[in-house]
């Protein structure tokens, strides 16, 4: 079995994993850093669209089937090993806790409460939206208030959405936007989001390979 001397080993290839590699070569650059991952690598986005244009072409891998070999979902799909771990079924929203979810125990008699202060936590929730680029908007709710504004402004909301906000707004509720992390314009080598409910450019942050892969070529 070979063997791999490292300063940092981080065990599973997921969203949090790529995240922290990439922190950890910031932070300490002269650090070499495995991330250990039991699954594979199951996107090949370079060769993507070659991929459809052969389906369009010649009418392979029809309907159920994906026209990406090997990507129709069977079994219990959430607990499939592959780079990326969960982060491949997220659709990219991004809702915080509240301060009043760290004080569960003494607010209701319920689990525990946090060991953490809500300001503490609060500016890494900050500092991951901005690695993740999120877009959204400021909640209409006090409870949700933010000491950052998001790095980007909130995703259009669709006809149907609008519609809803309109009635909701008539019965006096109060509506906004999730807050996604999904690129309205190319950021740090990934394309806008274009909404066609797949994120074959990783427009969407669904890519941790990606920053792994950036990670150990910046010499990690």
Request: glycine share 10%; proline share 8%.
């Amino acid at each position: 079995m070979p063997v791999h001397e490292c300063d940092v080993c981080i065990i599973g290839g997921g969203i949090c994993s790529a995240m922290l590699a990439r922190k950890v070569s910031e932070l300490k650059p002269g650090l070499s850093i495995a991330v250990v991952e039991a699954g594979r690598s199951i996107f090949d986005v370079a060769n993507r669209a070659r991929y459809r244009q052969r389906t369009l072409d010649y009418g392979e891998h029809p309907w159920p089937d994906d026209f990406v070999e090997d990507q129709q979902g069977t079994g219990t799909i959430s607990m499939t090993m592959a780079v990326g771990g969960l982060a491949l079924h997220w659709g990219g929203a991004c809702n915080r806790f509240s301060e009043e979810d760290l004080r569960l125990k003494s607010s209701y008699g319920l689990a525990v409460d946090w060991p953490l202060e809500w300001p503490e936590l609060e500016r890494y929730y900050c500092e991951a939206e901005r690695r993740l680029n999120v877009s959204g908007e400021p909640s209409p709710y006090p409870g949700d208030r933010r000491s950052e504004p998001y790095p980007q402004p909130p995703i259009p909301l669709s006809y149907n959405l609008q519609v809803l906000k309109e009635w909701a707004e008539q019965s006096g509720l109060k509506f906004n936007g999730l807050p996604m992390a999904r690129n309205l314009t190319p950021h740090d080598g990934r394309g806008s989001c274009c909404v066609f409910d797949t994120c074959g450019d990783a427009e969407k942050y669904v890519r941790p390979a990606r920053d792994i892969r950036r990670t150990t070529r910046s010499g990690n």
